[in-house]
């Protein structure tokens, strides 16, 4: 490869992306990053558009942007929109699964010991973070196993590879989400095109809105003891930016990764490295 073509690598102009949970933190940064390199992106959302301050971001270009209703446990509204898409950007080549969370009510305390966690909640949790990931994963990369070409990349997180406490739907969703990637890897590539990557990316601790208050105190703006265990075992010793995602991501997407598929990469700022010794 001839090096003064590696910046091209990262263009990513006409290319038609969609990103579920493309109003989030993160995912909305994915969004901001592929727009600004020029391609054309679809964010999945339930309110049938986006918020303010992600227009702001976005409208600057090059690339062009839409919101599209949808719902990622839905496989009827995935149809619909990606009918949707098609017509206005033309086939999805990129697939980001940004789409999950966690719900308090399938979280543990004190009050709210694992044995008593309602099942609705267990199963809503298990359901979007995974079923969540393998539907959109069914209707868009159909279209690239039809094409032979089409990335997709997955959202899985520090809890696939050692389970956080309190949060137990979320942790083993989040393993089968790395463990579904791997599958699908090889499956488009064995089954359909080689040329068709599937990776994933496991983020450490970002602050969220989600996740905010469990990590900072509201009130005095100082570490919680949950927070302070999540610094005093990352060496990086701070929580991840939105932005700190993107190079991975972009890397992940581009032809730069073209010999990379069925990988989940750590981007935690090496908490997953630490044994806390």
Same mark, same amino acid.
């Given at each position: 490869m001839d090096l003064s073509e590696i910046g091209k690598l990262y263009d990513f102009t006409d290319k038609t992306a969609l990103v579920t949970g493309g109003t989030g933190a993160l995912g909305g940064e994915m969004v901001h990053a592929l727009v600004h390199l020029g391609a054309n992106v679809a964010v999945l959302t339930h309110r049938r558009d986006i918020p303010d301050r992600m227009?702001?971001?976005l409208g600057a270009g090059p690339g062009e942007y839409m919101a599209v209703h949808g719902d990622v446990l839905k496989r009827d509204l995935l149809e619909e929109a990606r009918h949707t898409i %098609?017509?206005? @950007?033309? +086939? #999805?080549? &990129? !697939?980001? $699964?940004?789409?999950?969370?966690?719900?308090p009510r399938a979280t543990t305390s004190p009050d709210h010991p694992f044995f008593d966690l309602p099942d609705d909640a267990l199963r809503f949790v298990f359901d979007l973070n995974l079923v969540g990931t393998i539907l959109p994963c069914q209707v868009f990369g159909k279209g690239m196993a039809e094409r032979g070409e089409g990335v997709i990349l997955n959202i899985s997180s520090m809890s696939a590879f050692c389970p956080l406490t309190k949060i137990p739907a979320y942790s083993a969703a989040k393993a089968g989400v790395s463990s579904f990637t791997q599958w699908l890897a090889v499956h488009m590539a064995q089954q359909?095109? +080689?040329? &068709? =990557? #599937? $990776?994933? &990316?496991? +983020?450490? @601790? @970002? !602050?969220t809105t989600q996740n905010r208050f469990l990590l900072?105190? %509201? %009130?005095? %703006?100082? !570490?919680? =003891? =949950?927070g302070r265990s999540i610094i005093d075992h990352t060496p990086m010793e701070r929580f991840g930016n939105p932005e700190d995602l993107l190079g991975t991501v972009l890397w992940l997407l581009s032809p730069a990764s073209q010999f990379v598929t069925g990988i989940v990469v750590p981007v935690d700022g090496g908490f997953s490295a630490y044994s806390g010794v």
């Open positions: 227009h702001a971001r %098609e017509d206005s @950007f033309g +086939p #999805v080549k &990129i !697939l980001i $699964n940004a789409a999950g969370g966690n719900r359909y095109a +080689p040329s &068709i =990557r #599937v $990776n994933a &990316i496991a +983020p450490g @601790f @970002f !602050l900072i105190d %509201e %009130e005095t %703006e100082q !570490l919680t =003891r =949950r």
